[in-house]
């Protein structure tokens, strides 16, 4: 069913320059995707910390009005847990308190969806003080000649659903914050529906609740309500952990199709995928109860965080949906699925 | 600076007549507080359970359809944890599984505001999906003809905060869903500030950010955007826990007077005071760094949970501020603040 790229994966963190002589890059990932001016885009999300190491600090990377500093921790100071390598975490308020590498958006391009040329700056960096732990995950949606990027902005302040919008991917509007904190995986459809605009996102609850797919409605993209809970995590197996929306929904005769990351209780994250009703969003007509992807290769199993395969967006041509996923929260890896083949699937499977 | 009434506490759960002959009051609460044909209405949260006890279970009320169900949990059950008197927990998810009581709104009139003559019956129970555990801690502002009555809803789906309309206390509008879970204490502002609506919430993030007080702004009540956090919780004391907000902001001309609660570590709470910016009410102005009101009466220490006074409004009668608030999560109690005295404590204490 789902056929991944032979040169997978397909770009690495040796094909991105740092964004300074300071910095090394850990990683390159999660990219959003479209098509601009007859090429595949992608919106890298590009993870840096610093070059220099040391025995006794650990040093970690944040904006500070649009620069990046450098916060340093001792790592004997008992206050702290550093057993997590991605995150400072605060032992006595049980809160992260910083991240170790700090991401930004990377453009890339490419004739064929295979080989790019990525951006050698940065193309969107944190510049709030609600993206001072940086930028992640966007998902870029076209609508009429405007682009509409949203990602997750970190910072002290917590994770905030966030959008920008483009014409050009050279000039950009000021970033808006779009849904509260804590919630991430934000994706808009990519057009109204019964005149409302409609966005995926996937709260992340503290103490009622899991971490499920929610759908919202807008009038003006700005300001969300109507806030409904759309699809759940299962009681047990490859989606018993968390569920959250991947890139923008595909539009096809039987229903918006959605293809989705699922993880287990230990993390073990895949790709699977499901239909909503055309013209009530709000209802799951089919569902996939099985991984159509899950980490299997090496690239996949062994990176930054291991067992990881997350998609934040597709793009389909001649009836192939080209899927762009990172792997191991470090590279960029591709898979294509033939559309009808999975629509049969789909709903063959929900019989 | 702040007074107790002699009464205290003015509402018990002796006051409360039981939604059905299976159920016993828990607690009378937390009420919303508004003017209403020359009375002063408190929507008060009811909490119930059942009457019914067992050795071997625990009965958790819910609302399906609204009607209430009972929910049996064998106590040796290993899967849950009962050790919190207000929640069962799922030990694997590590989530709150369900309530062990069911909240309700109810209406009582006074025309002094100290003697209150409590419904019979539930003015608002349970009704959608959202709110099958209950509704909680409404507040209400008044604009134009309408009275908007903000409260969380309480389901396995999460803590929504959610709205709705009446004119009259007798016919409501639907309950809409107007921020995604988890968050509450939310609270409208009584005009719009440049042409915007304007709220007061308090999300729950899991993994980043503190429980601290956001503001944001919708055109049409239902749709919000442009989250902002406005208010922090201290690195110590009385409000290191939590803050979130209690009653309609207060307009003077020395700007938005709100009283909010404010817990430490501990979980013990108080009430205290800050001033927002009239124009532009994202700016915090003043800020006491003490509280105006802590637990200290026995009717205050002790309850369903100890050592809480929580306010969901006031009103402002002749320069005196009536604050109506929560004692130990079970009665509800009634102290007045002069408020030109509580404006000079701000503005002094603050320079």
Known sequence: MIKRDKNNPIITIKDVKP???????????????????????????VAETF?????KYLFAP?????????KSYKLNDKSFDFSDSRVILNKARKKIEGLTSLSHFRLAK?????????????TLSGK????????????ITKMGNNYYILYSAISQYGVLPSMIVTKDFCSFSEPKTILPPENKDVVLFPEKINNKYHLLHRPVPFGIGNLDIWLSTSDDLVHWGNHKHLLSVSERGF???????GGVPIKTPHGWLIIYHAADKNNNYSLTAALLSLEEPEVVTHKLNFPLLKAEEDYEKE??????VFSCGEIVKKGIIYLYYGAADDKMALARIDKKKLLNLLIEKDK
């Open 19 to 45: 964004s300074s002589e300071d910095l090394i890059v850990m990683g390159v990932f999660n990219a959003g995707v479209t098509i601009f001016n007859d090429e595949i885009i992608l919106l890298l999300r």
């Open 239 to 245: 989606d018993s952990g968390r569920v959250g929306a």
């Open 110 to 122: 490419s004739k064929d969806g295979v080989n790019f040329e990525v951006a050698e700056k940065p």
């Open 51 to 55: 070059k220099e190491k040391s025995d």
């Open 62 to 70: 944040y904006y500070e009005k649009g620069k990046i500093k450098k």
């Open 303 to 308: 990176g930054f965080f291991n067992n990881v």
């Open 128 to 139: 709030t003080k609600y993206e001072s732990w940086g930028i992640e995950d966007a998902r």
